[in-house]
């Protein structure tokens, strides 16, 4: 017998086959059940007949628990009406283990709370499902995009000394002898060394930040890609993450539109993203702001009603370039053009979804970051092999941190970042 998965029913159409799943929905008449089997590769449409299951084995098969494990062997037909284009005529149901009790999550509405809590069942749901199929394109692409460039992924360290995004936001933890360390924030500076062996470094992975926001943009733990190149200026940087952005949109148009249906995506936004995409100055975009009616003054940080005002007027995500530098990490290096701004980039998503990336220009002198370093209050011990990176072989470098839940809440077009990591934690919640 040929065991296939959903995905491939095209490939098997007229033949007999087995599918191994979990009953998702039923619908019954008389002489009927139409079998919703989901097994992670799609949902299709199985019909058990009285016919040929008989008066004892039909109603037993109306009786399978949802999310009861069950293989259905039968044959595949070709059905333009049916959802996802296929159907099977049932002729085995095998119950590999029937439910115990009633599945929690049933098919109708329930509140946010009960789903995360939920989270490792609510995974199995149809929107769900569409959610982490888009993730994982999104990681794909990521990573096609920067070996198909040259860049090579070194992964930085989780445990790390000291704070790289203010100290405000670090997760302390007990190292031995009562040592402390902190859970990274950003894998950036490790990719700074990285870039002076290599030329051109990313890391991707899982980066931690304290924030006591409980907004729907925020995480305490959430997965960054960072590449770092040498020999690479803000304009280099910009070009980058315009390029990686491109590639993204494309990728998920080219290879999962059924996803964004299920997700019911406005998929012509996304279809309007094009490059180039706009570059304004932080400075343009206070006079923007202003201009607009919506009062904002120059030398903060912009908030999510500022971005999402800025961002309006495009169809594709928006580069602000040059902030004030007190608002921007010690890092950063300040504009020679303009002593009050730093050579950093934000990008924002389209349709108010906010900050997706923030990168920038990295300080090259030594003795310049000392200071910048001391007047952050930051421990200078704790850099010491930073700094070595400016002694030996300093070079103009630069790079950026994309932020995936972000960047997958925006393609997917829905509310909360909390449904774009498989498990996620945030402020109030570590469970399951
Ligand atoms: O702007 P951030 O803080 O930049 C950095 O960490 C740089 N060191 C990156 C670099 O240049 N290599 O964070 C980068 C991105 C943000 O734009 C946002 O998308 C995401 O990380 N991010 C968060 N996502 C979810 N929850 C949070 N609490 C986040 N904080 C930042
Ligand atoms: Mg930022």
Redesign the pocket.
């Known amino acids: 017998m040929t065991i296939t998965t959903i995905a491939h029913l095209s490939e098997h159409v007229g033949e007999t086959v087995t599918l191994r799943g979990w009953l998702y929905n039923r619908r019954s008449s008389k002489k009927l059940h139409f079998l919703q089997l989901r097994d992670g590769s799609g949902i299709v449409q199985c019909i058990a007949t009285l016919a040929h299951f008989g008066e004892e084995r039909f109603p037993e098969i109306g009786a399978i628990g949802y999310e009861s494990s069950v293989m259905i062997t039968g044959s595949v037909r070709a059905d333009e009406r049916a959802p996802g284009g296929f159907e099977v005529e049932a002729q085995e149901v095998e119950v590999v283990a029937a439910t115990t009790e009633e599945y929690p999550i049933s098919l109708k509405e329930h509140g946010p709370d009960f789903l995360l809590s939920n989270r490792h069942l609510w995974l199995r749901s149809r929107k769900q499902v569409a959610l982490m199929r888009l993730r994982d394109q999104v990681i794909r692409s990521i990573r096609n995009f920067f070996h198909e460039r040259d860049f090579l992924n070194i992964d930085a360290p989780i445990f790390t000394p000291a704070a790289?995004?203010g100290t405000t936001t670090l997760f302390e933890v007990d190292y031995f002898d009562d040592e402390k360390a902190y859970l990274t924030?950003?894998?950036?500076l490790y990719?700074e060394a990285a870039a002076m062996a290599f030329g051109k470094a990313y890391c991707f992975g899982p980066?931690f930040?304290a924030?006591k926001?409980k907004t729907r943009?925020?995480?305490?733990e959430?997965w960054?890609v960072?590449p770092?190149m040498a020999y690479a200026t803000l304009d280099d940087v910009m070009d980058l993450a315009e390029d990686m952005l491109q590639r993204i949109v494309d990728d998920v148009l080219a290879h999962r539109r059924a996803d964004l249906e299920v997700l019911e995506r406005d998929i012509e936004k996304l279809e309007r993203v094009k490059k180039p995409y706009p570059r304004i100055s932080y400075s343009d975009a206070v006079e923007e702001l202003n201009g607009a009616g919506h009062a904002f003054e120059w030398g903060g940080d912009f908030g999510a009603p500022d971005e999402t005002e800025l961002s309006a007027k495009y169809d594709a995500p928006v580069l602000v370039h040059r902030y004030p530098q007190e608002v921007k990490?010690f890092y950063m290096r300040r504009d020679p053009d303009d002593d009050r701004v730093a050579l950093g980039v934000?990008v924002l998503a389209p349709e108010g979804y906010g900050?997706?990336?923030?990168?920038?220009e990295r300080e090259p002198d030594l003795e310049v970051l000392r200071e910048r370093i001391a007047a952050h209050d930051l421990p200078e011990e704790s850099f010491q092999w930073y700094l070595d990176l400016r002694k030996f072989g300093s070079v103009p470098h630069g790079?950026?941190?994309?932020?995936l839940?972000?960047?997958v809440c925006w393609l997917a077009g829905i509310e909360h970042?909390r449904e774009c990591i498989p498990f996620p934690r945030m402020l109030y919640r570590i469970y399951p």
């Open positions: 790289c995004e924030q950003s894998g950036q990719m980066t930040r924030e926001s943009r925020h995480l305490t959430f960054m960072e770092e990490a934000d900050e997706i990336i923030g990168g920038g790079g950026f941190g994309l932020g839940e972000r960047t970042v």
